[in-house]
């Protein structure tokens, strides 16, 4: 299924950027802009994740191109079924470049609930929302991490969050088809695909 998005989004913060993270550094790390200790490192299941199992509907927003206005569909699509009564989270697994808290105005830091997981940030009092802008010391330091590290921390913030019984989990995601999107198939592999594009040609043949 294709979406057509004639809007273009903007989710970087201005600013200069300092890559400081190294490759070994922990995970739980928040030491040169990683997540905070809050965030534990949990076990890798082969099934699926317990708080996963409490959502029903699970709806990945993809793109082949970036700048095709994805961000702008995913928290579109989360806000209007939250107002229409639904239970509603959206999870941005954009590693590297975050954008949901940019676009809903969300300046606070994810909080522990207990010593196993964190509580979502909440949008309008009922939208759950958790980003890894949200766990970042400096939202300005630049994230340099391998796949196995990425796939590791998506699996924490779909396993270690507080969702809660949800009707629907909307998934934001970095362009392309790499280690972000695997870990959260792997994670919720009852997942819907929503591809977003534009009409140039460039963009629907990486759609393709």
Partial sequence: MAS?????????????TSAKISDDAP???HEAGGPRRDL?????????????????????????????????VAVNLAVSLASSGAKVGILDVDIHGPSVPTLL??????????????????????????????LRENRNDAIIWRGPKK??????LVSGVDWGELDYLVIDSPPGTGDEHLAVLNALPSAHCLMVTTPQAVALADVR
């Fill in 4 to 16: 057509s998005s004639s809007s273009n989004t903007s989710g970087n913060t201005s600013g200069n």
């Fill in 27 to 29: 995970v739980g790390s």
């Fill in 40 to 72: 534990k490192e949990l076990k890798t299941r082969s099934s699926c994740p317990l708080q996963a199992r409490k959502i029903k509907h699970a709806i990945f927003v993809v793109s082949g191109k970036g700048g095709v206005g994805k961000s702008a």
């Fill in 105 to 134: 105005g969300l300046e606070e830091r994810l909080q522990p609930k207990d010593s196993e997981t964190l509580a979502p940030a909440l949008y309008d009092g009922k939208l759950a929302v958790v980003s890894m802008a949200s």
């Fill in 151 to 156: 796939t590791a921390v998506i699996r924490q």
